[in-house]
């Protein structure tokens, strides 16, 4: 979206001006607009009952470094996603809106995106995949399988670009020339950690880098929590490999559950102390045990539908309700009559009647004198 370069600087110093999340300065611009926001903040004079926005922004006021950020971003192929762009992803989003209660907490004002795809077309098909950073090389080798095969089936990858299973998932998608999106807790210019620097510039390159601290921002431990609520809004389900008795992982998944996202678990050894977080997920029954790919999928996707690239569509993915009665009331074998069906579904006689005409039109039954049977395929 083009717009005025004045609003672009206005929307570059917000986005540094607070600590990120700032639910004060997000209800400045809301009530004023991006321009007018930054005017006031700059100025110190805002509108009655938004006194919290000049505390929150008290420290970096007077420093406008806006032309830089966006001159640094720019310089490694990136750039400010804003809430009226397309590619914002608002509808993954609109759950932090809803889960935020706390002054940093809810969505992210705007965002620094790196990589070559759309933001909202990635966080709408991808699953998160996290753990420990002293991972086992039990909990890298499941990782990367269950990344590599999310990728071949269609999926997008999300994690958090750390070592250990991070890293694992993030390399498995890339070769299996998959997207992997890598939500940072640093500025969207610096690689953190160092070791990951030539993993980060190839997810820059084939897939998604996001953040929401501006560039040149280090990397924080107090960051790296709040990025992790990012982590869980732009995927669709979390999935824990390994994690500690404490661990970011967990903290990751505590936030999918607030978002109404799914959560699952891999189990480990019983001797491992990576496993020991994800065990006890499992056990308070706070994510669900899933042990292979096909279960991960199943947890996302529980009715089948829905599936972005991940397999031919089953013939009555298109059928209603009432359709979908009727078809699972006739029996794999053998004829029923339109009474039977009836009584099986549940359903009244000239319902059944209309829906396996329709059926029948496409293909799925078949009708054969006095009774019905389903197509043979």
């Known amino acids: ?41 700059r100025d110190r004079l805002v509108p009655n009952g938004f006194e919290e926005a000049l505390t929150a922004t008290e420290a970096r006021a007077g420093a406008d470094c806006a032309a830089q950020d966006l001159e640094a971003a720019a310089r490694v192929g990136a750039r400010l996603v804003l809430p009226d762009d397309e590619e914002w992803p608002g509808w993954q989003l609109l759950a932090l809106a809803r889960a935020g209660t706390g002054p940093r907490e809810g969505e992210p ?19 998160a995949v996290v753990g420990a950073r002293a991972a086992s090389s039990y909990g890298e080798s ?9 990728s071949d089936r269609g999926w997008s990858v999300t994690s958090g670009g750390a070592f250990g299973i991070d890293g694992a998932a993030h390399r498995a998608v890339l070769l299996a020339g998959g997207r992997t999106t890598a939500v940072l807790a640093c500025g969207i210019d610096r690689t953190y950690p160092t070791a990951h620097a ?14 929401e601290y501006p560039p040149g921002t280090t990397a924080a431990k107090h960051r790296f929590i709040t990025r992790n609520r990012l982590v869980a809004a732009l995927s669709e389900a979390i999935v824990v490999v390994e994690a500690g008795k404490r661990s970011g992982a967990a903290n990751t998944a505590a ?20 496993s020991v977080g994800c065990h006890r997920l499992i056990a308070d029954e706070l994510a669900q045990l899933v042990f292979n790919t096909d279960t991960v999928v199943s947890m996302v996707r529980p009715d089948g ?19 979908h009665r009727v078809h699972d009331a006739i029996p794999g074998r053998g ?13 009244g006689v000239p ?25 043979l395929r």
Request: glycine share 10%; aromatic share 4%; net charge negative.
């Open 198 to 211: 030539r993993l980060l510039t190839e997810v820059a390159e084939r897939g998604l880098l996001v953040s």
């Open 351 to 375: 319902a059944v009647r209309s829906a396996l005409a329709s059926m029948e039109i496409a293909g799925l039954v078949c009708g054969d004198g006095g009774g019905w049977r389903l197509a």
């Open 335 to 347: 004829l029923v009559t339109v009474d039977e069906i009836a009584y099986a579904a549940g359903l």
């Open 142 to 150: 499941v990782a990367a399988r269950l990344s590599g095969e999310l």
């Open 109 to 127: 004002l705007a965002l620094w995106v790196r990589g070559p795809h759309r933001l909202d077309e990635v966080a709408a098909q991808s699953v």
């Open 255 to 274: 936030w999918a559950r607030r978002l109404g996202r799914p959560v699952g678990a891999f189990p480990g050894p019983v001797t491992s102390a990576t």
């Open 305 to 323: 539908g829905g599936d972005p690239g991940r397999g031919s569509e089953r013939d009555t993915d298109t059928l209603s309700e009432e359709q």
């Open 1 to 41: 979206m083009n717009r005025p370069d004045d609003e672009l600087r206005a929307w570059a110093y917000l986005a540094r001006v607070a600590e990120p999340p700032c639910t004060a300065v997000a209800a400045l611009v809301t009530e004023l607009g991006a321009t007018a926001a930054a005017d006031a903040i």
